[in-house]
């Protein structure tokens, strides 16, 4: 789950793996409340990218 203090509209959501592979997409994203399931993944750091065409947001995660 990600929180913003704004709503977000129309917005992407990119997660890549340390070494810069996409793993992970969404489109068209709104609200301020993002949840997405991620236990497809193995277990390592990533890397989140979610940008509304104005505002870009990265925060690395790990998977255990």
């Known amino acids: ?9 129309n917005a ?7 070494l810069g592979q996409t793993v992970f997409e969404k489109q068209n994203l709104s ?4 949840s997405f399931n991620v236990s497809d993944l193995t277990k ?4 989140i ?8 947001f990265n925060t690395k995660f790990v998977k255990e």
């Open 49 to 56: 990218q979610v940008s509304d065409g104005v505002l870009v």
């Open 12 to 18: 992407n959501l990119k997660i890549a793996s340390i």
């Open 31 to 34: 609200g301020d409340n993002l």
């Open 44 to 47: 390592g750091i990533y890397i």
């Open 1 to 9: 789950n990600l929180s913003f203090e704004n709503n977000l509209e």
